[in-house]
T-cell receptor, first 112, second 114 residues
Framework: EDKVVQSPLSLVVHEGDTVTLNCSYE??????LLWYKQEKKAPTFLFML????IEKKSGRLSSILDKKELFSILNITATQTGDSAVYLC????????????FGKGTHLIIQP | ETGVTQTPRHLVMGMTNKKSLKCEQH?????MYWYKQSAKKPLELMFV???????ENNSVPSRFSPECPNSSHLFLHLHTLQPEDSALYLC?????????????FGPGTRLLVL
């Protein structure tokens, strides 16, 4: 059974801090790893990673994948209160609906 | 607003009721998805449609029945649900199947089964 584990489950930091969120996985047929940000209800797509060692960057957010050690990290620098959200990691292993496995998410709170 | 709408936004139903959730997108996307998000459990993908055709799915109980009459509309028909089916049901669409970089989610339907 495919498994995705995110850590920490929750994190409280002060505005301006840098945070690193972790996602480790065990899947039978890895195709891609996805990061989402969920504020209130609807998740929004952040990154899709398929290759090891290639950093993807969007503003203050960046992510990298290590396919040998089976994990990914999501970095947020100079955090702002608007970064407060649940960050979801998912791994796609192909096939139909059963091929997408999510972690439980990291609940990030940025204090002013 | 993401371009994906869901109705109703909230629904309370008894275990013997039959109800339907509706999702609509006018983004010109070809793939649509139903997700379930229960409290303290990971987000779970339930159904996937590509060009109105359902891709393989093995795990969802038959009391959930999806319908995709065209590329813009997706329904989830509910009947004889259980209290543990109470959750947030999210719809999403993407330009093409598994093209997550173009995926947008709707606001969800909060379902409570009594």
């Amino acid at each position: 059974e495919d498994k995705v584990v995110q850590s920490p489950l929750s994190l409280v930091v002060h505005e301006g801090d840098t945070v690193t969120l972790n996602c480790s996985y065990e899947v039978t047929n890895f195709r891609s790893l996805l990061w989402y940000k969920q504020e209130k209800k609807a998740p929004t797509f952040l990154f899709m990673l398929t290759s090891s060692g290639i950093e993807k960057k969007s503003g203050r957010l960046s992510s990298i994948l290590d396919k040998k050690e089976l994990f990914s990290i999501l970095n947020i620098t100079a955090t702002q209160t608007g970064d407060s959200a649940v960050y979801l990691c998912a791994v796609y292993s192909g096939g139909g609906a059963d091929g997408l496995t999510f972690g439980k998410g990291t609940h990030l709170i940025i204090q002013p | 607003e993401t371009g994906v709408t869901q109705t109703p936004r909230h629904l309370v139903m008894g275990m013997t009721n039959k109800k339907s959730l509706k999702c609509e997108q006018h983004l010109g996307h070809n793939a649509m998805y139903w997700y379930k998000q229960s409290a303290k459990k990971p987000l779970e993908l339930m159904f996937v449609y590509n060009f109105k055709e359902q891709t393989e799915n093995n795990s969802v109980p038959s009391r959930f029945s999806p319908e995709c009459p065209n590329s813009s509309h997706l329904f989830l028909h509910l009947h004889t649900l259980q209290p543990e089916d109470s959750a947030l049901y999210l719809c999403a669409s993407s330009q093409d199947l598994w093209y997550q970089e173009t995926q947008y989610f709707g606001p969800g339907t909060r379902l409570l089964v009594l």
